[in-house]
C-alpha cells in the first residue's frame, strides 16, 4: 500500500487489508510505504489513527517510511493510491516488476485526507473498507 508521505491513507489501507484478511483466515503480509521521505519515523496522522479506531483499526504501532529497491521484489502486488503515487513507483521500480503496480482503488485515487476535515477520513476508511473486501474476495474465492 503506497501514499506520498505514508501517514494517511497507506496505513490504513495496510490495517485495514491485514485485519479482514485475517478476519477471514487468509495470512498475507501487508506493508505501506510512502513515495516520499518527509514522514520517516513518524506515527500515522492523529486524524488517521482516530477515525481508524472509531471501526476497531488500531494505527498506532505504525510508523512510516519510503519505499525501497528491496519492496520492488519482495511484494507480490504493490498498489498505489493515486496516479501521482503510481507514477513515482513506476519510475522507481525495475522492469521486471512493473506488472506488480495498480492502483489501489482499480481506476479511481483514493482521495487523501490530510488538508480534508473528519468526513474526508472516514470516506477514505468507506473506499478502503470496500475496496479491501472486493480484493479479497477477488484473490480468494
Not at 34 to 61: C, F, K, M, Q
Not at 69 to 82: C, K, P, S, T, Y
Request: some cysteine; charged content about 25%; aromatic content about 8%.
Amino acid at each position: 500500500m503506497v501514499c506520498m508521505g505514508n501517514i494517511c491513507r497507506s496505513p490504513t489501507a495496510e490495517v485495514v487489508l491485514r485485519d479482514k484478511a485475517k478476519a477471514r483466515g487468509i495470512e498475507l503480509i501487508v506493508d505501506s510505504v510512502g513515495t516520499e521521505n518527509y514522514h520517516i519515523g513518524d506515527p500515522p496522522d492523529v486524524r488517521s489513527i482516530h477515525h481508524a479506531h472509531l471501526r476497531g483499526y488500531d494505527l498506532t504501532p505504525l510508523r512510516a517510511r519510503q519505499i525501497s529497491a528491496q519492496d520492488f521484489a519482495a511484494f507480490d502486488v504493490i498498489l498505489a493510491a493515486d496516479s501521482v503515487n503510481l507514477h513515482a513507483l513506476t519510475i522507481r521500480c525495475p522492469g521486471e516488476h512493473q506488472s506488480k503496480l495498480a492502483l489501489f482503488l482499480g481506476t479511481e485515487p483514493l482521495p487523501d485526507p490530510y488538508y480534508g476535515e473528519a468526513a474526508d477520513f472516514e470516506k477514505v476508511l468507506d473506499l478502503v473498507e470496500k475496496r479491501v473486501d472486493f480484493l479479497l474476495a477477488s484473490w480468494w474465492h
